[in-house]
């Protein structure tokens, strides 16, 4: 685990990985960039270009096209598109707009009474294979749109369906990675959802889900039968009293991951952090897993997940975690929270550092547990549990990264991280200002007063299809 000290120095030496400070900073500054609790705090003399825009409430998000390296950024009410270097090209207005949550996706009932609300941006992706940008908000119960990447104010469809959540706290994570009907040569967008409450729609728009990037069925579920299909709901008697807090997706190796924050089951209020798995080529969600991941040190338990970013090993934390420099690499900063039973979090967070190939060890292995009779399986908040039962495994190795119809989650055996020396960072409040480093790779700036943290000496790019 590494641990970065509050007074900005950099992180001591523990091991061969710590030794190489430039590669820790570049990692600290792709988690802040991602995580809206963390700051980046950078000099004058660092900074040769700002965007700022003194209306704007927030910025939500920010992709760059790694084609053309224009950037994008979603914020409320607005949609920003950016040169290279942060030279504003094209700003779109995209609310306050007259909504109500007995509106429709489509209208509003000519009785019901709207009021003029913000249009949060939930989901800023990038579809490299149409070339579009999709877009979507918090308005008209969380619709979306697809966007010119050459000019984002030429909306080239309108989809109207309830895909992201509708107000502005609720989270929602968006991804494109391949999926039903023929991965890898189809691409779908894996989205979660953060469920609402305040409208009889939202009993439609699934936990997770896959959605189809064609146009004749854009962004409706990719595959859908009558009781199943590429969709995953938390059952009517739980989802009041049980959030799920989407955090970041990713895909590797086959699967699409998301990182939750959720009550460690649907009878305790303790909160904890969760691996959600999905195979691409599934078109039932029968594979639709859960595993807890722990991120723990000299008896802190950092248990509240805030952001991530997953990156080749390199050379040197191959070693330290034996694997292939190529391999895929979690990176993620973890919270403790206020209390057992809160999903605040305190100020000080963590970085734990997981190899993807240890994750897929760790589903196979509680899923091997199962098809020998042990423990149990199913999610109380999806489908009810059942114990598990001894299963002759066919179809091959399952060692191998395959997936397995085990419908629903065994008993969980949790990912625990590999241990590095602990250290904190500084909270940080709304993100307000873009800006260039020498290095000219944008980054994001916190509001005035907001707390000092860790300093990276670049910040990386998201290329766009990744998480939210």
Known sequence: MLVFPGNGEAPTRMGSVLSHQRQ??????????????????????????????????????????????????????????????????????????????????????RETPTRMVDNVNKVLVIDYTTTRLISCGSLFQGTCRVRNLQNISDVVQEVQE??????????????????????????????????????????????????????????????????????????????????????????????????????????????????????????????????????????TYYNLVQAAYVGKAGSVLAVDLGITAQDDVLFAVFAESNSTSSDEPKEHSALCVYSLKAIRRKFMTNIQKCFRGEGHRGLEYISPGHVCILTKQEGGNTNGDVWLYIRRAPNEMPLISRRYRNASVSTAGRTKELFVSRMGIPGKKTMPGAKRGMVGEKIERNTGNGKE
């Open 162 to 299: 309830a895909v992201v959540a509708n107000n502005a706290t609720a989270s929602t994570v968006a991804f494109i990675a391949p999926g039903p009907p023929n991965p890898p040569v189809s691409q779908v967008m894996y989205v979660g959802v953060t469920y609402t409450g305040n409208s009889p729609y939202r009993s439609e728009v699934p936990a997770v889900s896959s959605r189809s990037l064609d146009k004749d069925k854009m962004l409706n579920i990719a595959e859908s039968a009558v009781t199943t299909g590429t969709r995953m709901y938390v059952n009517s008697l739980s989802r009041e009293r049980y959030p799920i807090n989407y955090v970041y997706g990713i895909s590797s190796g086959g699967f699409s991951y998301f990182m939750t924050t959720q009550m460690k089951n649907s009878m305790t209020a303790v909160f904890i952090s969760k691996l959600v798995r999905v195979c691409h080529d599934d078109e039932h969600y029968y594979s639709y897993t859960e595993i807890p991941i722990n991120c723990t040190n000299n008896g």
């Open 24 to 109: 820790l900073r570049l990692l600290l500054s792709i988690l802040v960039l991602l995580s809206p609790r963390l700051p980046v705090r950078s000099t004058s003399a660092d900074i040769v270009q700002r965007f700022h825009d003194p209306e704007v409430k927030r910025m939500n998000h920010l992709v760059v096209d790694k084609n053309t390296g224009r950037v994008y950024v979603g914020a409320v009410n607005r949609l920003y598109q950016l040169s290279p270097d942060l030279n504003l090209v094209v700003k779109e207005m995209t609310g306050p707009k007259g909504d109500s949550p007995a509106c429709s996706m489509i209208n509003c009932p």
